[in-house]
């Protein structure tokens, strides 16, 4: 089996990849900036961290957007943190537009007026640990109770148009879409690769997940239209 890893230049990727290889010893894990290599692999996983108008920049320059959104549609892909929320149509990160592979926008967190249930302040960006309620079954959760422990590290959060693609919510302090899952495409919010047992269960279960794919819908026919001219 051979997974990429996309490398557009943005976040640790090495962390993920490492956490890949010990889930799945047997498999050939790629950290790769070629979008021939990334069409060539059996499963891609497509991480990040960083502002959202640098990254779409980076993954522009390394020619690599349409091979990101072929495999959203074709092979098994899972998307993190950023790359959960660069799936979307456009940011409230410097009004960026996104992949427009799944419809809906990403929000900031309010900047004031964040407060946990005994009153406390809450901070910005969503820093440290906090629980998944598992809203959708499937097969990603395999082993995994809800209510589990994830590690986050953001300061912005996806909406999709459609709440039937949500496969995961966390409260900050109110409810938002922490994962996601669409066919053969799945995202989270947190880092699965930080996140101890649960977050290697969830990578074991990508790693042996037998994804079942549609048609490209309209939004990724737009995504694919979006691309810049050479």
Not at 3 to 9: E, L, M, R, S
Not at 82 to 88: A, E, N, S
Not at 97 to 103: E, M, N, S, T, Y
Not at 113 to 132: F, Q, S, T
Request: hydrophobic share 45%.
């Amino acid at each position: 089996m051979h997974i990429a890893v996309v490398d557009y230049g943005m976040g640790n990727l090495r962390s993920v990849a490492k956490a890949i290889e010990h889930v799945a010893p047997g498999a050939q894990v790629e950290v790769t900036s070629d979008p021939a290599r990334v069409a060539a692999a059996d499963r891609v996983v497509f991480p990040g961290q960083g502002a959202m108008p640098d990254c779409m920049r980076e993954l522009d320059a390394r020619g690599l957007r349409g091979a990101v959104i072929e495999a959203a549609c074709a092979k098994p892909f899972l998307g993190i943190c950023i790359g959960l929320q660069m799936l979307f149509e456009r940011s409230e990160e410097g009004d960026t537009p996104g992949l427009g592979i799944l419809a809906g926008r990403v929000r900031r967190f309010p900047a004031t007026g964040l407060r946990d249930a005994d009153g406390r302040k809450l901070k910005v960006p969503h820093m440290g640990w906090n629980r998944v309620r598992q809203v959708l079954a499937h097969p990603l959760w395999r082993g995994i109770p809800s209510e589990s422990r994830f590690y986050f590290v953001h300061s912005y959060y996806v909406e999709p148009a459609d709440a039937t693609i949500t496969a995961g919510s966390t409260a900050y302090p109110f409810d938002f879409t922490s994962a996601v899952a669409k066919a053969g495409l799945f995202a989270v919010q947190f880092h699965p690769e930080k996140s101890h047992a649960a977050g290697l269960g969830l990578l074991a279960n990508f790693v042996n997940w037998n994804a079942q794919f549609a048609a490209p819908d309209e939004a990724v026919v737009t995504g694919l239209n979006a691309m810049p001219s050479k």
